[in-house]
């Protein structure tokens, strides 16, 4: 079966500090998407990035940046020098693939709520 | 360009009672997804259309529960009758492409059944 497990419910830090919220997996496909979306006040699910798990290259954007290890099963995000604007809830999921590509039908953690303090 | 709209934002029913929930995706998606949060609980696949069509409804809970989309554009999702377990937020996502798990979301309809 597969499962995605967030075990962080809520993470509290102040402004400037770095923060990784994890994320593991599993599945019994061998190729399969990760993906992280963030939660806003404002309701929608925002998407951040999908990995494929052919690709384990860590990958950065801005302050932003993921550490994909298949041996662990984990898909772990860090933000660093985190901003207040940073605070939302953020979930991690899984796919199947279909054809090569990502199927729609994501199977997601519970979230871990990141308050960011200024 | 809209996003995913989604109407309404909060709807409170006794059980026993109809709710139809309604979303409109960007345009020229051709994938519309529907998924549901429990409290406390994973946000949940319920079903995706490719265009009119259903493609998967393996997520639905059970036949209370009816989705459509004519035309392929806007989508609707019905509860009849609503129970206490329904009580959730249903969110829409919508995708250009099939295969690249990029959904756009809405902002969801939070469903409260007393």
């Known amino acids: 079966a597969q499962k995605v497990t967030q075990a962080q419910t809520e993470i509290s830090v102040v402004e400037k500090e770095d923060v990784t919220l994890d994320c593991v997996y599993e599945?019994?496909?061998?190729?399969?998407?990760l993906f992280w979306y963030k939660q806003p006040p404002s309701g929608e699910l925002v998407f951040l990035i999908r990995?494929?798990?052919?690709?384990?290259q860590n990958e950065i954007s801005g302050r932003y940046s993921w550490n994909f290890q298949k041996s662990t099963s984990s898909f772990n995000f860090t933000i660093t020098a985190s901003q207040v604007v940073d605070s939302a809830v953020y979930f991690c999921?899984?796919?199947?693939?279909?054809?090569?590509?990502?199927?729609?039908?994501?199977?997601f953690g519970k979230g871990t709520k990141l308050s960011v303090k200024p | 360009e809209a996003g995913v709209t989604q109407f309404p934002s909060h709807s409170v029913i006794e059980k026993g009672q109809t709710v139809t929930l309604r979303c409109d995706p960007i345009?020229?998606?051709?994938?519309l997804y529907w998924y549901r949060r429990v409290m406390g609980k994973e946000i949940k696949f319920l079903l995706h259309?490719?265009?009119?069509?259903?493609?998967?409804e393996s997520g639905m809970p059970n036949n209370r529960f009816l989705a459509e989309r004519t035309g392929g554009t806007y989508s609707t999702l019905k509860v009849q009758p609503a129970e206490l377990e329904d009580s959730g937020v249903y969110f829409c996502?919508?995708?250009?492409?099939?295969?690249?798990?990029?959904?756009?979301f809405g902002e969801g309809s939070r469903l409260t059944v007393l």
């Open positions: 990995r494929n798990s052919f690709d384990e």
């Open positions: 996502a919508s995708s250009q492409g099939r295969y690249t798990g990029e959904l756009f």
């Open positions: 345009s020229g998606h051709d994938n």
């Open positions: 599945t019994r496909d061998t190729t399969y998407y």
């Open positions: 259309f490719v265009k009119e069509s259903k493609q998967d």
């Open positions: 999921a899984l796919s199947e693939t279909n054809y090569g590509g990502s199927q729609g039908n994501l199977i």
